[in-house]
């Protein structure tokens, strides 16, 4: 028989960002990190993989996270979800309008940029990423990761002209 009770809980201590824009000369790089701090998440994708035997710990952690699970410490899949990321990061170079010639006509000013989107995460979450929920983030059902995707990296290139 198991004991009632609250194990974890879903809101974080507190989440924070910080941004920061450096200009050199011609260049410009733009930086942001989001950071929280607390939150725990019910991760059910590595109970799954700890059920099939093929978590990465499969032959340490993995069969005793299983073993207590099974005697009712449902506590042993409920972690911390606390992360720093870097969200943004853009590097971009300001042309000198001479250097375009006639080339480009009317052209007043012209940037490329060369930007990164969840390029770094630094966690102790053992599932795939901390941020993400199945079920979107209503009270009764966050913070529950049963193999979702989590978000994509992200590259562009982008050229801005002003005429």
């Known amino acids: 028989m198991g004991t009632e009770g609250v194990v974890g809980d879903a809101a974080p201590d507190f989440q924070m960002s910080f941004s920061t824009d450096v ?28 059920i099939g035997r093929n978590s990465a710990d499969a032959d340490d952690g993995g069969e005793s996270r299983f ?31 001479e250097s375009l010639g006639s080339v480009l006509g009317s052209v007043r000013s012209a940037r490329i940029s060369l930007s990164g989107r969840n390029l770094l995460r630094f966690t102790d979450y053992r599932g795939l990423d901390p ?8 009270a009764i059902v966050r913070n529950i990761d049963v193999a979702p995707f989590p978000p994509s990296r992200s590259f562009f290139l982008s050229v801005d002209l002003g005429f």
């Open 23 to 50: 200009q050199f000369k011609r260049f410009s790089l733009g930086m942001l990190f989001d950071w929280k701090k607390g939150g725990d998440i019910v991760n059910l994708t590595e109970f799954l993989y700890d």
């Open 67 to 97: 073993l207590d699970w099974a005697a009712g410490h449902t506590a042993v899949y409920v972690q911390d979800g606390s992360y720093i990321k870097l969200r943004e990061l853009t590097l971009s170079y300001d042309i000198p309008v």
């Open 131 to 138: 941020e993400v929920s199945n079920f979107g983030n209503q």
